[in-house]
């Protein structure tokens, strides 16, 4: 195994007692890492969204992100230890991002640590499947939170493709549920090659949002108890842009900030959770850092819930 975990950039730590900031440490070796350790890994891509005509800005995602988390109350981590791997910094290679967060996924799961990873352009997320593939042995489940099916068919950078290459890779249609889709902005060709491949696609629909937290519920529960691990993915642009409008593709109607942090709640709680990533955080068009301390929340909120649970 490679030790090779420490990628480069880590912004200024919180001096300030109580927060967040004060309690990361620096994780230089995964042989430092014990059950039950959180990680932190940032991917500053943005090919993948510009590839796709979407608007640039997810490069900085994880700078922000860390700024808006590392102000927050360090409660929610009770006796959680949280480390953090650094960023993946935007002048890498694409294949660079993918190898990554593969590696640092893999080291983590085998360790029995949970990696977060915050990005970046969602294609990024089949790194993190590849890397529970390695630690698992198998295919882990997928659950996504996502206004899209990003089942563009295509292997090259695209923000629109994780889940078709997880597909193509062998991921069994099965193993796949996607949470929070808006039906006008998805193709039909595209919801026709998930439908065949078996994956379970939920849709909004106007008045009942809320239903899509029952739908992550019961996945999760599904998943659980096939003794399935599961990567759970949040693209932001799930979000109504009321609550984050600091992605590519703004959302008008989609999920609330409330139904997200129930969402995140319920996977905290979960042990079958190998791997949690929150994509897509644009901070460019996100003037006043609404979007990065609601992605700040919602890891905020999943750490509570799964040190509740130990
Ligand atoms: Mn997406």
Redo the contacts with the bound molecule.
């Keep these: 195994m490679h030790s090779a975990l420490a990628i480069g950039d880590r912004c200024g730590r919180e001096t300030e007692p109580g927060k967040l900031g004060v309690c990361i440490r620096d994780l230089e070796t995964e042989e430092e890492l014990q059950p039950g350790d959180v990680v932190l890994l940032g991917l500053c891509n943005e090919q993948g969204v510009v590839a796709n005509g979407g608007r640039p800005g997810a490069a900085q995602g994880p700078k922000a992100f860390r700024k808006a988390f590392f102000r927050l109350d360090a409660a929610c981590l009770g006796p959680l230890r949280f480390w953090d791997a650094g960023d993946v910094p935007a002048d890498a290679p694409y294949q660079a991002f993918l190898d990554a967060a593969s590696t640092t996924v893999s080291a983590c799961v085998r360790r029995g640590a949970l990696p977060i990873v915050v990005g970046g352009g969602?294609d990024c997320s089949y790194g993190n499947y590849l890397g529970l593939c390695d630690a698992l042995g198998e295919a882990p489940a997928v659950i996504a939170v996502?206004a899209?099916l990003?089942m563009r068919p295509t292997h090259e950078p695209s923000?629109?493709n994780?889940f078709f290459r997880m597909l193509e890779h062998g991921l069994p249609g099965g193993q796949l549920v996607e949470v929070g889709l808006v039906p006008w902005v998805n193709a039909q060709r595209h919801r026709q090659y998930g439908e065949a491949r078996g994956a379970q696609l939920h849709f909004l629909e106007p008045g009942l949002a809320w239903a899509s937290v029952d739908q992550v519920e019961q996945a999760l529960g599904h998943f659980q108890s096939q003794g399935r691990r599961v990567l759970v993915t949040f693209?932001l642009?799930a979000f109504e842009a009321a609550h984050a409008p600091g992605v590519s593709a703004v959302n008008p109607w989609g999920l609330t900030a409330d139904a997200g942090l129930a969402m995140a709640q319920i996977f905290g709680a979960c042990p079958a959770v190998a791997c949690l990533d929150l994509?897509?955080l644009a901070p460019p068009l996100d003037p006043d850092g609404r979007t990065s301390r609601f992605a700040a929340f919602l890891v905020a909120a999943f750490l509570e819930a799964r040190q509740r649970a130990k």
Excluded: A, V
Aim: hydrophobic letters at 10%; proline letters at 9%; glycine letters at 10%.
């Design positions: 969602h996502d899209h990003d923000s629109g994780p693209d642009d994509m897509e």
